[in-house]
Every structure is written in C-alpha cells, then in structure tokens.
C-alpha cells in the first residue's frame, strides 16, 4: 500500500471539541478520595474517566528501588501522572483526580500544567483521628501516612468547595460534588492559585 492508496480518513486525526473538565480530589491517604471518586462515575452525566495516581505508581515494575533512588522515583511517576492527566484533559475527556497534594510542588506543577478554568479543586476532609483508625482497619496503607501527609495536603486553604467524610458518605459527598457543579465561584481556586503562587518572575 502507498500513500497514494490509504484511506484519507485514517489519516485524519479526530478534533477536540473543548478542553475536558478535572475534578481534582485533594485529602490525605484514607481520607476517601477513591471512594469519592466512584460514586462521582455513577453520579455524573456523560462520559468521565477516575485517574488515580495510586494506579500509576502500580504500573512500576516490581524491581527493588535503592533508597537512595526511592524519591526521585516517585518524583518522575508524579510528574508524569500530572502530564497524564493534562493530556486526557486536552484530548477532551471528563476527569476525576484523586491526588495527595501534600508536597508543595505538586501543586505548583499542576498549576503550570492544566487549565485553570477547567480544573475544579475539591478539599477531601477527615479528622486525623478517623484517618488514623481507618489506617489501622484497612490494614493495607503505611501506618502514619494520613498523620504525615495531615497538615500539608490543606495548607493552601483554597479549594472550590469542601467535603468531610467523617460526617458523610462517599455518596453523599459525591452528590454535594455534583450538585455543586453547575454554580462553582469564579475566578476558580486554581485560577486563583495560578494568580498568586505562580506570579512571573
């Protein structure tokens, strides 16, 4: 076969009809994020895909790491999940993001790499002392991670809206999430954050 003879609409790439919404969820380790975010599938209309960043560091082959190496590590996985998620979105498709933002940079990155217009920034919260008996129930997280992560992953006090598992379901926020949608101030949180932590040198 010859360019001569290829269909010219498999060369055609599909257009983008608009930039993808992002629901970014931000909470601790055990704070629910996940369960959140599968509720928000089921609750919200159209076509929206849960993008985890738990996921991507289980893509990583299973060698041992050098500590020495181990930060760098995850330092690439999550810039690169941060260049996923921005690309999913360019693409046009719906995103739900859960993601510790518990390290500064993470959120200065993110704030260099999706449109702030279309980013919705949602506070995940729980007291440290359910985090802490959640941790020790599920048995299947880093004792003491929810503790570390605690006073970081809400430091900027600036989110779009707020939800408190502790006094709701997953459900229950998921629907104060979606019913929230439609009336979100503006400028948004992250147009907002964009403004004052990423001033021009």
């Known amino acids: 076969m ?13 257009d983008t009809a608009a930039e993808g919404t992002i629901i ?32 991507f560091h289980a893509m990583r082959s299973k060698r041992e790491i050098a500590d020495q190496d181990l930060q760098a590590e995850i330092d690439r996985t999550i810039k690169g999940f941060h260049r996923a998620v921005a690309g999913m979105a360019a693409a046009g498709n719906n995103l739900v993001v859960d993601h510790p933002l518990s390290l500064r940079w993470r959120l200065l990155d993110l704030l260099d790499v999706l449109v ?32 570390l992560q605690y006073h970081q992953v809400h430091s900027y006090e600036l989110h779009d809206l707020d939800v408190d598992t502790s006094v709701h379901s997953p ?16 400028p948004t949180a992250f147009e907002t954050l964009r403004r004052t932590l990423r001033k021009p040198a």
Not at 38 to 55: Q, S
């Open 24 to 55: 970014l969820l931000n909470g601790t380790s055990s704070s629910g994020k996940t369960s959140i975010a599968r509720e928000l599938l089921n609750l919200l209309d159209g076509t929206w895909f849960h993008m985890p960043v738990d996921d």
């Open 171 to 186: 459900r229950e926020c998921a629907l104060q999430i979606r019913d929230a949608l439609p009336d979100l101030p503006r």
């Open 116 to 147: 702030p217009e279309k980013t919705v920034l949602v506070g995940v919260r729980c007291p440290l002392a359910e985090l802490e008996r959640r941790e020790v129930e599920r048995g299947d997280r880093q004792r003491g991670l929810a503790a």
């Open 2 to 14: 010859t360019p001569d003879t290829v269909d010219p609409a498999h060369a055609h790439i599909p």
